[in-house]
């Protein structure tokens, strides 16, 4: 049985930092692609960053330069770093995994909330 948990989200004020957390279970991080979604009020969900099974990352324009995807293949932990945050980084996050780099994300996390005030 898939899992993913996300945690580490919260408050945090515009211009912090923040690091969300993906505990796999089922899947390794080592053989899956991996990414960050997030959904903003009122807006549908959106690709934030991805990592690819060798470690290659990809981010959406808006967060370049401010969040940085990585793993530990070793404790099948996916993260985000988040820095220079601001505040239409509020949104729900959630982690996903898909085997296959042409389908569709197939495993979700639960989210974890991201709140950020100014």
């Known amino acids: 049985q898939v899992q993913l948990v996300e945690s580490g989200g919260g408050s945090v004020q515009a211009g912090g930092s923040l690091r969300l957390s993906c505990a796999a279970s089922?899947?390794?991080?080592?053989?899956?692609?991996m990414a960050w979604f997030r959904q903003r009020p009122g807006k549908q969900r959106e690709g934030v960053a991805t990592?690819?099974?060798?470690?290659?990352?990809t981010y959406e324009d808006s967060v370049k330069g401010r969040f940085t995807i990585s793993k530990n293949d070793g404790r099948n932990i996916l993260y985000l770093q988040m820095n220079n945050v601001k505040l239409e980084d509020a949104a729900m996050y959630y982690c996903?995994?898909?085997?296959?780099?042409?389908?569709?994300?197939?495993?979700w996390g639960q989210g974890t909330q991201v709140t950020v005030a100014s």
């Open positions: 996903a995994a898909k085997y296959r780099v042409r389908e569709d994300f197939r495993y």
């Open positions: 089922g899947i390794t991080t080592i053989t899956y692609h």
């Open positions: 990592i690819d099974p060798a470690g290659r990352p």
